[in-house]
């Protein structure tokens, strides 16, 4: 079990963008499918974004396509998150995770949370 860890959160005017990665000291993040997810204080964590090992295959939930895009660099062993047009609604904590497998949207599918990177978008 290694825990993976986010960065490239910040402060970010609305209207604006934020890549986020997700990566592991031990390498092994580009052998699994891995999801972000998001939760904001007092809501509970949500998901964002699924792509599989090879990176082929992505997953949206329907509110968030279109303006956030998952993808990934193997080599480099890490998972992005491009976020677009962010809106002050999209203020959390953001998270990454490894899938125990397939493209899932539930938070039971994953393991090895990162201590998660904070995004605030101001109005």
């Known amino acids: 079990q290694v825990q993976p860890v986010e960065s490239g959160g910040g402060l970010v005017q609305a209207g604006g963008s934020l890549r986020l990665s997700c990566t592991d000291s031990?390498?092994?993040?580009?052998?699994?499918?891995v999801g972000w997810f998001r939760q904001a204080p007092g809501k509970d964590r949500e998901f964002v974004a699924a792509?599989?090992?090879?990176?082929?295959?992505?997953t949206y939930p329907d509110s968030l396509r279109g303006r956030f895009k998952i993808f990934r660099d193997n080599p480099k062993n890490t998972v992005y998150l491009q976020m677009d047009g962010l809106k002050p609604e999209d203020t959390a904590v953001y998270y990454c995770?490894?899938?125990?497998?397939?493209?899932?949207?539930?938070?039971?599918?994953?393991?090895?949370w990162g201590p998660g990177t904070q995004v605030t978008v101001s109005s």
């Open positions: 995770a490894k899938s125990q497998g397939g493209l899932r949207m539930v938070l039971s599918a994953y393991e090895d």
């Open positions: 792509i599989s090992s090879s990176g082929v295959g992505t």
């Open positions: 031990a390498g092994l993040l580009s052998m699994h499918p």
